[in-house]
């Protein structure tokens, strides 16, 4: 029988800054548990060793605290079915992996990356779609004791029945019928000892009593890995829900490339986080117009599990501007809207940072607006009369802005240091001196040759404000390069 008190979870990875569909999956579980009576509970998946860092689990923590969401159990407050972080249980899940294989579930793979890549390579040219082909599935005992013993590098994958059908009951798609043979043999423990996300994902889940599992539809097909692990556990498997992700106005699936999608985004933009909250909830009610204006409380009150739509949810940024304002004139006490304001500001240390840095460069207070305004700016107003005066042609000028974007994804610790050392990089990558680099950059971050030292103004934006500014730059510019101009 399930847990009559449901627990459910929201369970990011740190390798990135914190996305507003991590926040919107974590309040349909949130919301869930409220209306339910049961427990919300926060898990750190990290077993992608190479790209989480401590610095995205930060953001993560405190990305999901500004939302306003509390958590029953996690890495910050712990709990009785702890640790909260799975490179902490990383012992945890050996002995279940030893079991499998006892069990004759799962098999030692000794495939080199290379080998795999000319299957899939080969797969891919005679159209079809790439997965294992079972090459080491059927190894004699003594081979892969002898290759162990020889210190050959292995994973261990999970077996999949060659025939029938997947079939199981979701709680958003209803009944779901996936083959088994569009299944790929998941590798379930990595060369280097860590557990894949579907191995760790299972295993944490019972270990944690989680009893509803709430997530995007994009992990709908993993579900008969699932499913099959629980079976071989001989475990009762969760409720699967599986949510619609959210979307652009085109339908198109939201992400960064397109538009600002990390939480710190819309923080360091001045967004109610009250009001974020209130537009993510609306995809999960049903409401009559006038209704919209809706607390955490009020959202939980409405909340109906039973009754999910499949539709895409579209990211209004039009109706979100709509909210805040709402929240902001008719939430906010004078005194609040003062104190709130106050606050933003002085967010990750923009303005008194900011402050600092204009000291130098002024001969009047006055001054200050034009100078330093651009950090609590939303939109510094770039039109191509800002790249007029830079010495780089657009063509130029659209180069240096597309490089810099893309290498900036590469900085896991976004500082002073790390901003400076990979803008020096991007000037010898393209051949150009450093002096002939910034003045691009200046203009897109502060819509002004004149501004405040590059690298600090770049740090104290954060890394999301940065992004969107070169993306907007980057358009403006070539729309010149496109006119000829």
């Not at 953001?59 to 890495?75: H, M, N, S, Y």
């Not at 539809?217 to 579900?223: C, K, Q, R, T, Y």
């Not at 909250?277 to 009020?298: C, D, T, V, Y």
């Not at 050392?421 to 003045?439: N, W």
Request: net charge negative; proline share 6%.
């Amino acid at each position: 029988m399930i847990n009559p008190t449901p627990r459910v979870r929201i369970a990011p990875s740190p390798t990135g800054e914190p996305h507003v569909g991590t926040v919107y999956i974590a309040l349909f579980n949130y919301l869930f548990a409220k209306k339910m009576g049961g427990e919300f509970i926060l898990r750190i998946e990290d077993t992608d060793a190479t790209r989480s860092t401590p610095e995205f689990e930060q953001k993560v923590l405190d990305a999901l605290r500004w939302t306003g969401l509390t958590w029953a159990e996690g890495p910050d407050v712990g709990g009785p079915y702890g640790p909260y972080r799975q490179s902490d249980r990383k012992a945890m899940y050996q002995p279940y992996a030893q079991e499998l294989l006892d069990k004759g579930h799962a098999f030692r793979c000794f495939c080199t990356p290379e080998r795999l890549e000319q299957m899939r390579e080969a797969q891919r040219a005679s159209g079809k779609p790439p997965k294992y082909d079972g090459l080491c599935l059927n190894l004699k005992a003594e081979e892969v004791t002898a290759r162990l013993g020889a210190g050959e590098a292995s994973v261990i994958r999970m077996k999949i029945p060659t025939e029938g059908n997947c079939e199981f009951h979701d709680g958003v798609y209803g009944d779901v019928s996936i083959p088994w043979d569009s299944v790929d043999m998941q590798v379930l423990i990595k060369a280097d000892g860590m557990p894949t996300y579907h191995m760790a994902n299972v295993i944490d889940d019972h270990l944690m009593k989680i009893t509803h599992v709430a997530r995007g539809e994009e992990w709908l097909a993993s579900v008969p890995k699932h499913i099959l692990l629980y079976r071989y556990f001989e475990w009762e498997q969760p409720v699967f829900m599986h949510l619609s992700l959210m979307r652009n106005a085109d339908k198109s699936k939201l992400s960064k490339r397109k538009n600002p999608t990390s939480i710190s985004y819309y923080s360091a933009l001045g967004y109610l986080p009250e009001a974020l909250m209130n537009f993510l909830g609306l995809f999960f009610i049903q409401i009559a117009e006038g209704e919209e204006l809706l607390s955490m409380e009020e959202l939980a009150e409405k909340f109906d599990p039973d009754n999910l739509s499949k539709a895409g949810a579209i990211f209004d940024i039009q109706k979100l501007d709509w909210l805040n304002g709402r929240w902001l004139r008719e939430k906010l006490s004078p005194e609040e809207f003062v104190a709130r304001t106050l606050e933003w500001a002085s967010e990750n240390s923009r303005l008194t940072e900011g402050l600092k840095l204009s000291q130098s460069r002024i001969s009047k207070l006055g001054e200050l607006p034009q100078l330093a305004g651009f950090l609590l700016s939303s939109d510094v107003g770039l039109a191509p009369a800002s790249f007029a005066g830079l010495k780089t042609s657009p063509a130029e000028t659209l180069e240096i802005l597309n490089t810099v974007q893309a290498d900036l994804e590469k900085i896991l610790e976004w500082n002073v240091e790390t901003i400076d050392a990979e803008l020096r990089a991007v000037s010898d990558k393209l051949g150009k001196k450093l002096r002939v680099v910034t003045p691009p950059l200046f203009v897109a971050m502060s819509g002004s040759s004149r501004s405040l030292p590059l690298f600090d103004s770049m740090a104290l934006l954060g890394r999301s404000v940065v992004r969107q500014r070169l993306k907007v730059a980057a358009t403006v510019v070539a729309q010149m390069v496109g006119e000829g101009k």
